[in-house]
């Protein structure tokens, strides 16, 4: 077979639709804030190792993706009409994060503003 160079590790021809399949079980996950990449790994049965580099493979780290996709969500949460009367911190915790601090400065740093200024917007 063929070995990737840096690990020795057999290189996986569909390592790239593997990591379609690990995005959308953590897509569908993505609420948990104790989600790990292990916890995909376990899933699936392959190594922690192999969860890395297929989403390397993909472009993007596992905490990265997490964190892009919770943002996403925050964003479309923080805009739902129905959910107006909800805190920024409940908000935070359906997105998935698990402290509202890091949410807000995670939030602020990738949209440059506050979740409560970008809610106030929409």
Request: charged share 30%.
């Amino acid at each position: 077979g063929v070995y990737a160079a840096r690990t020795g590790e057999p290189i996986d021809p569909d390592i790239r639709s593997r990591a379609r399949v690990f995005r959308s079980y953590i897509d569908r996950d993505l609420t948990n804030p104790n989600l790990r990449q292990t916890d995909v790994a376990r899933q699936f049965g392959v190594s922690d190792r192999y969860v890395r580099a297929a989403l390397r493979e993909a472009g993007i780290s596992y905490s990265r993706y997490v964190l892009d996709q919770r943002l996403k969500k925050s964003r479309q949460l923080l805009r739902d009409p129905e959910l107006r009367s909800s805190t920024i911190t409940e908000i935070s915790f359906r997105a998935g994060f698990n402290s509202a601090s890091h949410f807000g400065r995670a939030f602020k740093e990738r949209y440059g503003i506050s979740p409560r200024v970008f809610r106030r917007g929409h």
